[in-house]
């Protein structure tokens, strides 16, 4: 979108507004009071201004179309910029009937509407065909009708005439496209049967004082959806994550985020009661300094559903993140005690606050609940999904950051749109991941 002229913008979201059933009308290009649309639906009357920025739009552009929305007596102003919207102008609009859209806004609604016109288009394919397929049937019929008829007709007038040969066409065949957004197979697993047991505790590696401190196993770990039976299968998804050069605030605003550095839009989960419906987009962003590793993610989801906390969380609508620490020292297709999976919920945006849970990996192929971490999660609800930052302390996943240092990784996402605790798919950024299986995910490069 930022590399749209400013008129094409406008006329962008002019028809992003339209398939939200708005009327729309332009302005003039120039003299337009800071108003480039002008919306009407029903008794509602709202005025856009588009901003096709890269940088950060402030408050007296806020400030200005709050004055255009009153002179043209409208009852909503809204703003709409491929850019990034200042704190201060957040600020000045709130409590007003002003919205707001950034870039990463306007990305995740472009997203919805592809999607949504993927799923029309593909729902016009199979009507078509089922159509094609019924007539078809019908014009064999009648020829088949015709020629019984002929043929009877034939043999009672005593023709000495061959009976005909009638060439019946072959009905179209319809050959399920994949899912939209998935480049490649998607590893449908079946549900552990015995998800809701728990393993039998085991023997934890020998820890040193201080590693003891930071990383007691106190329970061990239940079985989730995601416990499959593993296979290798070598990954080749790296992700270079930058150095932090600017302060990062962990207040699920996205605020401070560039452009996102990985999507994670790969199917590798669904259960049994997945009823097919598919509403997940993710867009992962990252940043590190020798403290800690930053991660947030832009969560395209139109049911929100989060019930569990603690070891629970995957249940929900969540983030699971897993790494190898050391994935040069001892890469294989078992768990063992530098991996790490850290569930990170946003909450329900009620009474269940956003948080996070850690398992630590041991030597016998198991990960154990590992409280005692000093991870801060923060989430924002979103009218398409919700946004959510982590700040994970090196300390936290026992690594000594460097440049150049790689970390085995991989990025998902889990869904729930039930009404209970129950998870139903999961979206990975690496399509090869297996949940127990370090040789099966990709990889996080500190640059």
């Avoid at 606050?353 to 609940?369: K, T």
Wanted: hydrophobic share 35%.
């Amino acid at each position: 979108m930022q590399a749209l002229d400013p008129i094409d913008f406008e006329r962008y979201c002019a028809w992003l507004y339209t398939k939200e059933g708005y009327k729309v009308a332009e302005t003039k290009t120039s003299g337009d009071e800071g108003v480039d649309l002008l919306l009407t639906k029903g008794n509602k009357k709202v005025v856009v201004q588009c901003k096709r920025y890269s940088g950060n739009v402030g408050q007296p552009v806020v400030r200005d179309l709050y004055g255009a929305m009153f002179h043209v007596a409208a009852t909503e102003a809204h703003l709409c910029t491929t850019g990034r919207i200042s704190r201060q102008a957040e600020g000045w609009a709130a409590g007003k009937p002003i919205e707001l859209l950034d870039g990463s806004d306007m990305v995740a609604w472009a997203s919805k509407w592809r999607r949504l016109e993927a799923e029309r288009s593909g729902a016009s394919i199979v009507w078509t065909t089922a159509t094609v397929a019924v007539v078809g049937i019908l014009v064999v019929a009648a020829l088949a009708l015709m020629a019984g008829g002929w043929f009877f007709f034939n043999r009672r007038t005593n023709r000495p005439e061959p009976t005909p040969v009638l060439s019946v066409p072959s009905l179209p065949t319809v050959t399920p496209s994949g899912q939209s957004g998935v480049d490649q197979p998607i590893a449908q697993v079946t549900p552990n049967p015995t998800e809701e047991e728990t393993e039998e505790p085991t023997e934890t590696p020998e820890e040193t004082p201080e590693e003891t401190a930071e990383l007691a196993p106190t329970t061990t770990l239940r079985p989730t959806a995601t416990d499959e039976p593993e296979t290798s299968i070598p990954a080749a998804i790296n992700v270079n994550v930058p150095r932090r050069t600017a302060e990062i605030a962990i207040d699920g605003s996205l605020d401070e985020w560039e452009d996102p550095l990985t999507t994670g839009n790969t199917t590798v989960y669904t259960s049994s009661q997945w009823d097919g419906s598919d509403d997940l987009e993710a867009n992962w962003y990252l940043a590190w300094d020798e403290q800690a590793l930053f991660i947030a993610a832009l969560i395209i989801d139109d049911t929100h559903s989060q019930f569990s906390t603690g070891p629970d969380i995957f249940r929900g609508d969540s983030l699971e993140i897993q790494f190898d620490t050391d994935r040069d020292g001892d890469f294989g297709n078992g768990v063992s005690a530098d991996e790490f999976q850290l569930e990170i919920s946003p909450g329900n945006f009620a009474d269940i606050a956003p948080e996070a849970w850690r398992f630590a990996g041991d030597n016998s192929g198991r990960y154990l609940d590992a409280p005692g971490h000093q991870i801060i999660v923060a989430a924002e609800q979103a009218p398409f999904g919700y946004f959510i930052e982590a700040r994970i302390p090196w300390s936290s996943i026992n690594v000594t950051p460097t440049a150049g240092t790689v970390i085995g990784a991989n990025l998902n996402v889990n869904d729930n749109d039930t009404s209970g605790p129950l998870q139903e798919m999961m979206k990975s950024n690496v399509p090869s991941r297996s949940y127990a299986n370090p040789t099966t995910w990709g990889s996080l490069t500190l640059r």
